[in-house]
């Protein structure tokens, strides 16, 4: 491993750093990392354009195969610019509460695309008109996991409203493989906003720390499992409500 920048900003510790072997793979990969070594963006610097990462391939197909012309898009987290760059030819706005993070991006990862809002995701979309779009994803994390307040019921309330009336919201979280009390909750309290609900996950051994996908429509949701990058549905127990 061959450390590029290495940094504590007001939110994160940073480290780029580049590697000949990722999660297995062989090949030659530049990776952001934040605190507690969790990766946040990897690019495969042989082929820049791949998506190396399961999660953001997985949260692709769902957008794509729900709604193939959508157009608009609010991403909260930048990370590497992964999402925002693969969707450059639609209308994409992008916050990120780092602007350390936004630079980074920028000089080791080459994002070119929509410009970065800097400031908090939760903030900056509640400014936005009502019915504008057709996703919203929430990519954003912290040392201790998901910002609790992209997971309450006010806050998936006010983004079913800055939905358009097809619209959807994905979430990638981090949680615990298996029954994790919290990602329960944060889906259920989810479902106190959309009619549709579902959940997907990698195969893993229980306890395992990992990302969770969730998402919630207006409308049903579909999926073709071959396209989800070995993101399978998961059958979650009902939660708590997050008040908030």
Do not use: W
Request: charged content about 25%; cysteine-free; aromatic content about 10%.
């Amino acid at each position: 491993m061959r450390v590029l920048y290495r940094n504590k900003s007001e939110q994160h510790e940073l480290t780029v750093y580049e590697t000949k072997r990722l999660y297995g793979e062989k090949g030659h990969f530049r990776v952001l990392q934040f605190s507690n070594d969790a990766v946040q963006g990897a690019m495969d610097l042989e082929e820049p354009s791949r998506i190396v990462l399961e999660y953001p391939r997985a949260m692709l197909h769902l957008m794509e195969q729900n709604d193939p012309h959508f157009n608009r898009a609010f991403v909260v987290g930048q990370g590497i610019g992964t999402i925002p760059s693969y969707l450059s030819d639609r209308q994409v706005k992008v916050a990120e509460l780092d602007a350390e993070v936004v630079e980074i991006s920028q000089h080791f990862f080459g994002y070119k695309s929509s410009s970065v809002l800097v400031g908090d995701g939760r903030e900056l979309l509640e400014r936005e008109q009502a019915g504008t779009y057709d996703y919203i994803v929430i990519d954003a994390f912290t040392a201790t996991g998901t910002p609790e307040q992209f997971t309450n019921r006010s806050f998936f309330s006010m983004v079913k409203d800055k939905l358009d009336e097809n619209g959807a919201v994905l979430l990638n979280v981090f949680g615990r493989s298996g029954n994790d009390k919290l990602v329960n909750a944060i889906y259920t309290t989810l479902g106190t906003a959309f009619p549709y609900i579902r959940a997907f996950a990698l195969p893993a051994e229980p306890n395992v720390v990992q990302n969770r996908i969730l998402m919630g429509s207006h409308r049903p949701i579909d999926v073709q499992v071959r396209l989800m990058a070995g993101f399978v549905e998961e059958n979650l127990e009902e939660g708590h409500i997050i008040e908030g």
